[in-house]
């Protein structure tokens, strides 16, 4: 059973940046790909970024693309976003997620495990 801790989260003002944290603990997360999704309320999770279980592919939505770099230190078992240029619109939950597969997906019912959420909130 994997169980992922998400930090990093806050307040900040249109242009700034944040940097989310992913902690993993339980099973081998090295084999797995991970990803980003967001959720606002009364909205579908939305993706946002996901890596390959090596770190060789990654995959970020159209919508931060530019902004948000998705990374992973196997050696510490986390995965991060760094959030740049953020938006009103990047206001959100953002959940991380595990997928016991090795590439990356876009599909929130591909991962198998997700942590808790971390708030950002992005003022105007």
């Known amino acids: 059973q994997v169980q992922l801790v998400e930090s990093g989260g806050g307040l900040v003002q249109a242009g700034g940046s944040l940097r989310l944290s992913c902690a993993a603990s339980?099973?081998?997360?090295?084999?797995?790909?991970m990803g980003w999704f967001r959720q606002v309320p009364g909205e579908e999770r939305e993706f946002v970024a996901a890596?390959?279980?090596?770190?060789?592919?990654?995959e970020v939505a159209d919508s931060v693309k530019g902004r948000f770099t998705i990374s992973r230190d196997d050696a510490k078992n986390t995965m991060s976003l760094q959030m740049n240029s953020l938006k009103p619109e990047d206001t959100g939950v953002y959940y991380c997620?595990?997928?016991?597969?090795?590439?990356?997906?876009?599909?929130?019912?591909?991962?198998?495990?997700w942590g808790q959420g971390t708030q950002v909130t992005v003022s105007s």
């Open positions: 997620a595990v997928d016991v597969g090795f590439e990356t997906s876009r599909l929130s019912h591909d991962y198998d495990f």
């Open positions: 339980g099973g081998t997360y090295s084999r797995y790909a």
């Open positions: 890596i390959s279980f090596n770190g060789g592919r990654t």
